[in-house]
């Protein structure tokens, strides 16, 4: 069975620029937002919205990436 295109890049730009004016409006009173990313692919969603909320606000904005055993989430400690 192939692979099934979801959402191509441009859809995918448009969902993270959408999410980031969500963020930014529901939050322009502060001083710093923090955003947090699953280890690998996540980060990569994670960064591409800070990088828009920097851009559309002066808030600014913290990466963070979290690490856990996706397989064995409840054995290991979250990092």
Request: charge should be positive; aromatic fraction near 6%; proline fraction near 1%.
């Amino acid at each position: 069975m192939g692979k099934s295109l979801v959402l191509n890049k441009e859809q995918v730009q448009k969902k993270i620029d959408r999410l980031a004016w969500q963020i930014y409006e529901q939050n322009y009173k502060e001083k710093e937002i923090i955003i947090a990313g699953i280890a690998k692919r996540g980060v990569l969603v994670a960064q591409k919205l800070a990088d828009k909320l920097m851009e559309i606000s002066s808030v600014k904005v913290k990466l963070s990436t979290i690490r856990l055993d996706k397989d064995n989430p409840y054995e290991k400690e979250i990092e």
